[in-house]
């Protein structure tokens, strides 16, 4: 095992942040919520891929470039890490950490973002990842067995990845979730 695996970083890069949080009908006033949604966040992608406000989104790969150092400064591990990176949207900084020869892991639950990640790995987008149905949604691999794409509820416990990163990217979680949500989704990620 790493001698990073058993330091959990939790590294919440701040972007611009959302003033609005989303559930299950969208722009959410219910504060019980203890699951995430589908409803809401599937519109707000398909605004954002047609053209709409980029909202949270971060495309700018030295930015990118700037979080991966960091964490590469913080574990000084010579070693290619283990990165879990929630509700990732299609955030550019799992197909760079990627091409850096680092095993990423993407959790999100609206399809269309995780589609557009995909196009981020290459052309032969139907032939390099291959999917599975899981109890929670679709597990998509890729052919290269660095990257890991989770279609599905932040929330749910997956026993397979459990201790199994050695550092969390996040780059405005917070931004996105409810207020009651963001205990849960801590403790899920400790």
């Not at 509700?87 to 399809?111: E, K, M, R």
């Not at 990257?147 to 990163?165: C, I, P, V, W």
Request: include cysteine.
């Amino acid at each position: 095992m790493k001698s990073v695996a058993a330091l959990q970083l939790l590294l919440f890069v701040t972007y611009p942040q959302t003033t609005q949080s989303f559930t299950s009908g969208g722009l959410s006033n219910n504060r019980h919520s203890k699951s995430i949604k589908m409803g809401g966040w599937s519109e707000t992608w398909n605004d954002i891929l047609s053209g709409g406000s980029k909202r949270w989104k971060v495309d700018d790969v030295e930015a990118k470039q700037k979080a991966l150092t960091h964490i590469t400064d913080a574990t000084s591990s010579d070693t290619p890490l283990r990165i879990l990176c929630p509700l990732a949207g299609d955030d550019p900084f799992v197909h760079y950490a990627w091409s850096q020869g680092h095993d990423v892991t993407a959790i999100d639950i609206v399809p269309e973002a995780l589609k557009e990640m995909r196009c981020q790995f290459g052309e032969n987008n139907q032939e390099d990842w291959s999917s599975a149905p899981d109890s929670g949604g679709i597990v998509w691999k890729h052919k290269s067995g660095r990257a890991t794409l989770y279609e599905g509820d932040m929330l749910m416990k997956r026993s397979e990845l459990q201790n199994s990163f050695d550092v969390v990217y996040d780059k405005d979680s917070f931004g996105a979730l409810n207020l009651d949500m963001r205990r849960a989704y801590c403790q899920r990620l400790s």
